[in-house]
Structures are given as structure tokens and as C-alpha cells.
């Protein structure tokens, strides 16, 4: 009796002992598994976090790039490699390794000596001219040790560009103004001192003194039209107007100026109805036309023509049979007060802002303006239009004028 009590306790405990053995063994794997899905989520968590600190790196429009305490790039965002236009991984490589920057450089161990630098400007070694403004700072630990650097950039070309186009407008301003004031002032002395009393001389002098009166207004208002355009103040009456008719009209006014340099006039243009301000395009007219004339050749050819394009745009054009543009000018000849030839411009007069006046007016209608030449062979002026529906079309006309 006693041996099977003592084989039933014996069982019992050994049943005890495996139920514990089993409760255990759940609840480590319980809480392994809990463990493993917390570590889980915190690699998750992690993952995001850098996920969203490297997003928040690449919306950045300023340009950033830090470095560890060895002078290797540890991180840069998607605006500093654009702006350094490299598309290879930076991660651990040193300034002149991945970019080939010496000053960028020594920027990096000045900071590395001071602590910080800001608004320092550093002009890009490329064909391009292009400037960075660069903010850069020593990165420490919270033991107070140098972990890195950070430095920030700004891309400042479009300023510099500005600011030179601004000194360039104010010395062309001020050198097309200086030589009519200085004319008017000089015939006026002139006339001061006596020079009035002899009617022939006054006479003279008055219409000298008039013209370059009439020069310095033009200047003005030319001066006012661009910054109008410019500036989006001036509203366009938009409405369909009739180009053949248009240009007939301009080259009717510019007849005796084209008679003068015996300038044959040819008006090809289809009766082509587009959706313009006309007051304004009589302006775009009037200089393409006028320019033709006095760069043409004498005795020569000024041609208005135009095509309809596949994209439902007006193509029009005007062309002339002289000495052409250097190619090295073409891309330059619409700027304001950039002249092919000055001395010859001077001489013929204008104010060296009518070709920018025509590139303000068409993209205002929404349009393109551009130039074609050859050396010899003359140049053509070439501006789209957006046609209108509204006017039907009538048949292509033929003028020409033969002085």
C-alpha cells in the first residue's frame, strides 16, 4: 500500500513538474515573441524615422551636406546634388574626392579653426557661371567633442545675374541719356553766348537741339513700355485682328524711309486673323521693319511673310537681304540696349530697346520670338501668334511696293 502511494505522489509530482515545465516554456516563448515583435517595431520605427528625415532632407530647397569628424560626406540631400549636378553616391568620400572643389575645401578646415562661417560666396568652377552663398558650422557631442560639420547652400546665380543685368542697365541708361543732354547743353550754351543772333546758326542748332529732344523722348518711352511689359501692368486689348492688313499699314508708313535707301517692300503675309492687341503689334511691326531697312542692304529686299503651323499657331516673319549677325550675337540681339554694331546703331539712331520691346509684347500674347542669320545672307525675324477661329478666312493677297 505504501509503495503505490508513494509511486502515485511520485506521478503527481512529475506531472506537476512537467505542467510547470510547459507553463514556462509559454511564457518564454510568449515573451520571446513579444520581445522579437518589439524589436520589430522598434527597427520599424526606426526605418521611418529615417525614411522621414531623409524626405524632410530631400524638400529642402537649400542645399545640405554634413560630414563626420574625418571629413567624409555622411549625407547630402537632392538640392545639393543638383546643385553640384553629381548623380554618383557621396557617402563616405571627401569634398575634393567628390566634387573637385579645392576652396569648398578649405571652407571645411576653416570651420574646423573659427567654429562657423557664414555668408560665404563661392563661385563654381564650371563653364556656367553659377555662385553658392554657404552657411557652415562645427557639429559636437554632448560631451562637448567635434562629431562633423554641417554646411548649408544657396543658389545665388539668378541674383548675381540680376544684379549685373541691373549695373548694366543703369550704365546704358545713363550713357544713352549722357550723349543727347550733353548735344542739347552744349547748342544751348552755344546759343547763350550769342550765337542766336545769327538766324542761320540758330536755325541750326534749334533743329539739333530738337532732334535729340525727340531722341531723348523715344528713350523714355521706350523706357516706360519695357518696364510696363516687364512688370505685367500693361493690359493687352485682346481682339481679332487681320495681320496682312496690319503689317500693309506699317510698311505704308515706313514707305518714305525705305524710298530713301531705295528698299524694295514686300507684304507676303496671308490675311491670317490672330487674337492681339493690334496697338501692340503695330509696335512689334514698326521695329522688325524698321530695323530691316537700316540693317538691309541698299537697294535691297524687306520681306513680311507667314505660315500657319501644325501646332494652330501664326508663324510670322520678316526678312531682309544684308550683311547678316554674327552667330556668336544671335542669342543676345533681344537683350535690352545690346547692339551688334555700335557705332553703326548710334548712327542710324534708336535706343537699343526695340528688339526687347518685340520679345515683351509676343510672350505677353503667349508667343515665341527668335532670329535666324547667315553672314551675307541677311537675317529673318521670326515671331508665333495664337490664332483666332472667330474671323473666317479670307484670300491670300500680294502687295508690293517698288521705289
Known sequence: MWAALAILLLAALGFQHFRQRRILFAWQRKHLHDLEDLQRRQQQTLTDANAQQQVLFNSMLEGLLLLDRHHRIYLANRAFKNLFRVKAELRGKTIVEALRVPELDALVKRVETDGQVFDYELKLPDLNERWLRVNAAAVFNSAGERD??????????RLKQLERTREEFVANVSHELRTPLSLIKGYVETLLDGARHNPEVAQRFLKIIERNAQRLDLLIQDLLTISALESGRMKLNLQPVDLH????????DLHGKADARGTTLLNLLPAFFAQVDANRLDQVFANLIDNAIKYGRTQGRVTVGGRQTETGMIEVSVTDDGPGIPTEALDRVFERFY????????????????????????QSHGGEVWVESELGKGATFYFTLPATKKVPALPEPLSERVP
Open 148 to 157: 562633423g560639420t554641417i554646411l548649408v547652400f544657396h543658389d545665388l546665380t
Open 245 to 252: 492688313s496690319l503689317a500693309e499699314k506699317v510698311l505704308n
Open 339 to 362: 547692339r551688334v554694331d555700335k557705332a553703326r546703331s548710334r548712327d542710324q539712331g534708336g535706343t537699343g530697346l526695340g528688339l526687347s520691346i518685340v520679345k515683351h509684347i509676343i
